[in-house]
């Protein structure tokens, strides 16, 4: 008792920052907190001939996308080779069409929401305080976290930039239409660009990936990889890289991976998402998609 | 008020069991975090083994123990949480305040031991 009445100053402390630990698990995880509801962008389906689908393959008058599979470093891949009429088949998409903090959806949930032929997760943007966030031609967040940012133009160009060198305002006025902050690049002018130490939030180990490749004008590629399963360990980032060069890529571009790596085509889950061990979807915040 | 023997002996044991324990928490933590490593959450056990130091120092007073434990369970906590925070790749300024705390309450204390060994020397 006397041992207490020494310490309870300690004692009181101790439950007052425990309780301020507990707010600050559920303000970072669990909390949600809605900015802004956006509508998300549909385009007329212009397609006048018939659609052509099944569990590969997709093809109408405008989007052809054939999925095939790899395997590579002791890793299941998977690969939607895309070609668009238009590049502006190429979009994202909010969870919940919501931007804020904390909500999430499965990528499978919301693909299925904005109609999306392919879709796979995106940069996950829900997790960060900062870095851009510049979706279907809208800006929704423009604090620099200093990420190396995939910007997807109008014309459908892609560009890699240091959110440090150019502002959201100026890279929308230049035209760009999505921006993904996550990276690294992987390659850009059709080299590689990270070494094999490159590390993701100091990851550098194989894990699940998911990345975004432009190999020309209009033409496309999605690429998951499968990771953390007894069938598939993951690629590491040079891997991922290496990779996507043998696929011709002019610009790839690595997005979350681990948990959140998802690619949905035609309806169904094409890969293996692990969470926690299991093979179970992530949700995630938004997701990239292509769909009218 | 001086603290002897039993009452710091206590402590001790307190100190050096969280001491392994965070030790112990921290590389469970790493090993599942599928290759994210954070420093801030492999070093988490430094501070209380600098508490255990201060503490079993002889003659130390009510105040400068209480400042210590306050110290330890902040800075230890600010480690664990951008431990946590790096490995799920996600950020949140409010762990900055365990730090701000932390730094006033390792001056507090660094002042408490300077009175007090001002004092003894009069």
Same mark, same amino acid.
């Given at each position: 008792?006397?041992?207490?009445?020494?310490?309870?100053?300690?004692?009181?402390? %101790?439950? $007052?920052?425990?309780?301020?630990?507990?707010?600050?698990?559920?303000?970072? $995880?669990?909390?949600?907190?809605?900015?802004?509801?956006?509508?998300?962008?549909?385009?007329?389906?212009?397609?006048?001939?018939?659609?052509?689908?099944?569990?590969?393959?997709?093809?109408?008058?405008?989007?052809?996308?054939?999925?095939?599979?790899?395997?590579?470093?002791?890793?299941?891949?998977?690969?939607?080779?895309?070609?668009?009429?238009?590049?502006?088949?190429?979009? %994202?998409?909010?969870?919940?069409?919501?931007?804020?903090?904390?909500?999430? =959806?499965?990528?499978?949930?919301?693909?299925? =929401?904005?109609?999306?032929?392919?879709?796979?997760?995106?940069?996950?943007?829900?997790?960060?305080?900062?870095?851009?966030?510049?979706?279907?031609?809208?800006?929704?967040?423009?604090?620099?976290?200093?990420? =190396?940012? *995939?910007?997807?133009?109008?014309?459908?160009? $892609?560009?890699?930039?240091?959110?440090?060198?150019?502002?959201? =305002?100026? *890279?929308?006025?230049?035209?760009?239409?999505?921006? *993904?902050?996550?990276?690294?690049?992987?390659?850009?002018?059709?080299?590689?660009v990270v070494s094999e130490n490159d590390e993701v939030a100091k990851a550098m180990n194989s894990n699940p990936r998911t990345a975004i490749g432009k190999i020309s004008d209009n033409h496309y590629? $999605?690429?998951?990889?499968?990771?953390?399963?007894?069938?598939?360990?993951?690629?590491?980032?040079?891997? *991922?890289?290496?990779?996507?060069?043998?696929?011709?890529?002019?610009?790839?571009?690595?997005?979350?991976?681990?948990?959140?790596? %998802?690619?949905?085509?035609?309806?169904?889950?094409?890969?293996?998402?692990?969470?926690?061990?299991?093979?179970?979807?992530?949700?995630?915040?938004?997701?990239?998609?292509?769909?009218? | 008020?001086?603290?002897?023997?039993?009452?710091?002996?206590?402590?001790?044991?307190?100190?050096?069991?969280?001491?392994?324990?965070?030790?112990?928490?921290?590389?469970?933590?790493?090993?599942?975090?599928?290759?994210?490593?954070?420093?801030?959450?492999?070093?988490?056990?430094?501070?209380?083994?600098?508490?255990?130091?201060?503490?079993?120092?002889?003659?130390?007073?009510?105040?400068?123990?209480?400042?210590?434990?306050?110290?330890?369970?902040?800075?230890?906590?600010?480690?664990?949480?951008?431990?946590?925070?790096?490995?799920?790749g996600t950020t949140n300024n409010l762990i900055n305040i365990y730090l701000y705390i932390g730094i006033i309450l390792v001056i507090c204390t660094v002042i408490s031991l300077i009175i007090k060994k001002g004092g003894g020397r009069k």
């Amino acid at each position: 008792m006397i041992i207490i009445k020494k310490y309870l100053i300690s004692i009181i402390y %101790t439950v $007052f920052i425990i309780f301020f630990t507990i707010f600050i698990i559920l303000d970072t $995880f669990v909390i949600k907190q809605s900015y802004q509801i956006v509508k998300n962008e549909t385009t007329e389906n212009t397609s006048s001939g018939t659609i052509t689908k099944d569990d590969n393959s997709y093809k109408d008058d405008n989007i052809e996308i054939n999925l095939k599979e790899y395997r590579q470093n002791d890793t299941t891949i998977y690969v939607a080779d895309i070609v668009l009429k238009d590049q502006n088949y190429l979009k %994202t998409a909010f969870a919940e069409s919501t931007y804020g903090k904390n909500i999430t =959806e499965n990528t499978s949930d919301i693909a299925k =929401e904005v109609n999306a032929i392919l879709a796979i997760n995106g940069d996950y943007y829900g997790v960060q305080k900062s870095g851009y966030v510049l979706k279907n031609g809208t800006i929704y967040r423009n604090t620099s976290a200093g990420n =190396e940012d *995939l910007v997807i133009y109008k014309n459908g160009t $892609f560009e890699i930039i240091n959110e440090n060198d150019v502002t959201a =305002e100026e *890279l929308l006025e230049k035209g760009a239409y999505n921006i *993904l902050s996550f990276g690294p690049a992987l390659i850009t002018n059709n080299k590689i660009v990270v070494s094999e130490n490159d590390e993701v939030a100091k990851a550098m180990n194989s894990n699940p990936r998911t990345a975004i490749g432009k190999i020309s004008d209009n033409h496309y590629v $999605f690429v998951v990889s499968d990771g953390r399963t007894t069938s598939s360990e993951g690629l590491t980032l040079y891997q *991922l890289a290496s990779f996507m060069q043998t696929l011709n890529c002019q610009t790839a571009y690595n997005l979350d991976g681990g948990g959140s790596s %998802t690619m949905y085509f035609n309806g169904n889950i094409v890969n293996n998402p692990t969470t926690n061990g299991k093979v179970n979807e992530r949700s995630v915040s938004d997701i990239v998609y292509i769909g009218y | 008020m001086i603290l002897y023997t039993s009452d710091t002996n206590n402590l001790e044991i307190t100190y050096i069991i969280t001491t392994f324990f965070i030790l112990l928490f921290s590389l469970v933590y790493e090993n599942f975090s599928h290759g994210v490593m954070s420093i801030n959450m492999l070093t988490a056990f430094i501070y209380p083994i600098i508490g255990y130091i201060l503490i079993s120092r002889k003659k130390t007073n009510v105040l400068t123990i209480n400042l210590v434990n306050m110290s330890v369970i902040t800075l230890t906590l600010y480690n664990i949480m951008k431990g946590v925070l790096d490995i799920y790749g996600t950020t949140n300024n409010l762990i900055n305040i365990y730090l701000y705390i932390g730094i006033i309450l390792v001056i507090c204390t660094v002042i408490s031991l300077i009175i007090k060994k001002g004092g003894g020397r009069k």
